[in-house]
């Protein structure tokens, strides 16, 4: 019998690199959401870690992780979109 050897294409390469970079962004994302929690809780006084946390540093968290979930979610779609042309 003869062994099929598989090539690997250019669309399956596309959609590996698509994946990873859309883990990548969604690992960004989890980052930025970590001070926001933590900040949040700091705030509410429930003391995790000693940094000086204000509430106007707290948001200024919240708003910079909201901008780059936004900016990570359409980086994500516009990579997957890539990964899935042919």
């Given at each position: ?22 883990a ?51 980086l ?11």
């Amino acid at each position: 019998m003869v062994e099929e050897k598989k090539k690997i294409s250019v669309s399956e390469v596309k959609k590996t690199i698509a994946t990873s970079l859309a883990a990548a962004f969604g690992f960004v994302i989890a980052l930025l959401w970590v001070n926001v929690v933590t900040g949040g809780l700091k705030v509410a006084k429930i003391d995790l870690a000693s940094a000086d946390l204000t509430l106007s540093k707290w948001l200024g968290y919240l708003i910079t992780a909201i901008v780059l979930t936004v900016v990570m979610v359409i980086l994500i779609i516009l990579v997957s979109r890539l990964g899935s042309s042919k």
